[in-house]
């Protein structure tokens, strides 16, 4: 196991800002972490790290307790928001964050690192002249120089084009093979959605889901073009559980887990009552869909309580 908290608290004066947050991340896995602004997140995210103590619960690193500072040498954190020495180069840089981690680096590891972030080519240049892009690349590089078992990357992506995020997706793929956990906190859900195990979504301090991405979206939908739709065909379709219309399309909901014998079934028994099948288009409920329903369910389970 990587990361294990549970009942986390935290409050800042009389405003809660994490209110009982418990899960995991094991090895070789990428969690992904989402909710709105305010939801908790980065002070989830640092009282893993210590950078803020919890009012109350537990949380263990990589075997160790949280508390001790040995738990966090082997842990690679890119922040939201950082500033690094402008007078510095990438290879000063990184030199200084090795000594700091008090780990044996190689010389020729730290360029390797240059070289995956894609900043080989600047690896002599002052920081101050480089972009925004560019410093969140060598964050990321700082982030694993040291060969860390657990990356901790809060928005990696905020200052990236799409080459950039890209990037940054393949470095995280790269990363789970080698059997790295990543807690991944990012804004940007469709990237979450490509490269997370499981997500975990925050609201308001509190862990509103989690779950894999297959248990959170619950569902599959299916486009059809149908003709010739009989009251009975019609009344099928509706057993799916929901169906919507517009001219001749359908789009039904179907259950995730059972993909493999719902959508043969449903068109042969169309055919059998009548229907003319003219197009079948697979389609998925969106993380971001997900998101949204579940933070509306909240705020009007809220809504409902305050009256």
């Given at each position: 196991?990587?990361?294990?908290?549970?009942?986390?608290?935290?409050r800042y004066?009389r405003?809660?800002?994490?209110?009982d947050?418990?899960f995991q991340?094991?090895?070789g896995?990428?969690?992904?972490?989402l909710?709105?602004n305010g939801?908790g997140?980065?002070?989830?995210i640092?009282?893993?790290?210590?950078l803020?103590?919890?009012d109350?619960?537990?949380?263990?690193?990589?075997?160790?307790?949280?508390?001790?500072?040995?738990?966090r040498?082997?842990?690679?954190?890119?922040?939201?928001?950082?500033?690094?020495q402008?007078?510095?180069t990438p290879?000063?840089?990184?030199?200084?964050?090795?000594?700091l981690?008090?780990?044996d680096?190689?010389?020729?590891?730290?360029?390797?690192?240059?070289d995956l972030?894609g900043?080989?080519?600047?690896?002599?240049?002052r920081?101050?002249g480089?972009s925004?892009?560019?410093q969140q690349?060598l964050?990321l590089?700082v982030?694993?120089?040291?060969?860390?078992?657990?990356?901790?990357?809060?928005?990696?992506t905020?200052?990236?084009?799409?080459?950039?995020?890209a990037?940054?997706?393949?470095i995280?793929l790269?990363?789970?093979?080698?059997?790295?956990?990543?807690?991944?906190?990012?804004?940007?859900?469709g990237e979450?959605?490509?490269?997370?195990d499981r997500?975990v979504i925050?609201?308001?301090?509190r862990?509103?889901?989690?779950?894999?991405?297959?248990?959170l979206?619950?569902?599959?939908?299916?486009?059809l073009q149908?003709?010739?739709?009989s009251?009975?065909?019609r009344?099928r379709?509706?057993?799916?559980?929901?169906a919507?219309?517009?001219d001749?399309?359908?789009?039904?909901?179907?259950?995730?887990?059972?993909?493999g014998?719902?959508?043969?079934?449903?068109?042969?028994?169309l055919v059998?009552?009548g229907a003319r099948v003219h197009a079948?288009?697979?389609?998925?409920i969106s993380l971001?869909?997900r998101?949204?329903?579940?933070?509306?369910?909240?705020?009007?389970?809220?809504?409902?309580?305050?009256r």
């Amino acid at each position: 196991m990587a990361v294990w908290c549970s009942g986390l608290r935290k409050r800042y004066g009389r405003q809660p800002a994490v209110e009982d947050v418990s899960f995991q991340v094991h090895r070789g896995e990428v969690v992904g972490l989402l909710g709105p602004n305010g939801a908790g997140k980065t002070s989830v995210i640092k009282m893993l790290l210590g950078l803020a103590r919890p009012d109350a619960g537990e949380v263990v690193l990589l075997g160790r307790p949280g508390s001790d500072p040995a738990a966090r040498a082997r842990v690679g954190y890119l922040p939201e928001l950082f500033r690094y020495q402008p007078w510095l180069t990438p290879l000063e840089l990184l030199a200084l964050h090795v000594r700091l981690s008090g780990l044996d680096v190689p010389a020729q590891d730290q360029r390797a690192c240059l070289d995956l972030v894609g900043l080989s080519g600047r690896a002599s240049d002052r920081l101050g002249g480089f972009s925004k892009g560019m410093q969140q690349r060598l964050g990321l590089a700082v982030a694993l120089v040291a060969g860390p078992e657990l990356v901790i990357l809060d928005e990696p992506t905020s200052a990236l084009d799409p080459l950039g995020r890209a990037d940054v997706r393949d470095i995280v793929l790269q990363l789970r093979s080698r059997g790295v956990a990543v807690l991944l906190n990012s804004h940007l859900i469709g990237e979450v959605e490509r490269v997370c195990d499981r997500v975990v979504i925050l609201d308001r301090g509190r862990v509103a889901a989690s779950g894999t991405l297959a248990e959170l979206l619950g569902q599959r939908e299916l486009r059809l073009q149908l003709t010739a739709v009989s009251a009975d065909a019609r009344a099928r379709l509706l057993a799916t559980g929901q169906a919507e219309q517009q001219d001749d399309w359908f789009t039904v909901a179907l259950p995730a887990d059972d993909l493999g014998t719902a959508v043969p079934d449903l068109i042969a028994d169309l055919v059998a009552l009548g229907a003319r099948v003219h197009a079948v288009e697979p389609g998925r409920i969106s993380l971001e869909e997900r998101l949204l329903s579940i933070l509306r369910d909240g705020a009007e389970a809220r809504a409902e309580g305050a009256r």
